[in-house]
């Protein structure tokens, strides 16, 4: 998965760039809307992150020239802005969704996440895993039909461990998800959330293995 970030002020695209790598996209930044444009009109990407206060041409122009294009990548719009005007004007001019600064680290994920998937799958943002479902957009997850009890936390650290069901994911990893950059990465918390997700989980068959030094796996019990 591609993922541009249209954004001038480098700590923050540096930042975006960074978290958004360790979580496997590759992700590419322009630093002011002509970059961005030149960009999008040669490379194809899954998705793009648009701040609006952009040098040399502004994030409403990159979008419209975008979209005046034929260009259908989903549009993340990211803005200190965040006068009624101005969300309308975005997702009137073809944007996607709409994050004011300052945003936390997981919301951002978590709407990033749910962008790329609604452009495959055209729509759909639920994640399945034998019994098990997760709806992304509606914060809350299934099993065997029934609402299963989960906190935030619980929730989020589910919803990593579907994304990448099949493939280790270390405490760092998940951490990140739920703190952001800036947060404490409590490595203990992580172990609880875990332990509590598996003892709601096991009646059903799923497991989450502990790899021991590498982290944790999703994997469903044949
Ligand atoms: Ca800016």
Redesign the pocket.
Known sequence: MRILIA???PVLADGLTRSLRQADYAVDCAYDGEQADHMLSAQHYDLLIL????PKLEGFEVLRRLRRRGGTVPVLILS?RDALADRVRGLDLGGDDYLTKPFDLPELEARVRSLIRRGQSGGASVLNHGPLTLDMAGRRAMLAGEPLELSARELGVLEVLMLRSGRVVNKEQLAEQLYGWEGEVGSNAIEVYVHRLRKKLETAGVVIRTIRGLGYLLEKDA
């Open positions: 954004e001038d002020d701040d609006l206060g952009l200190a």
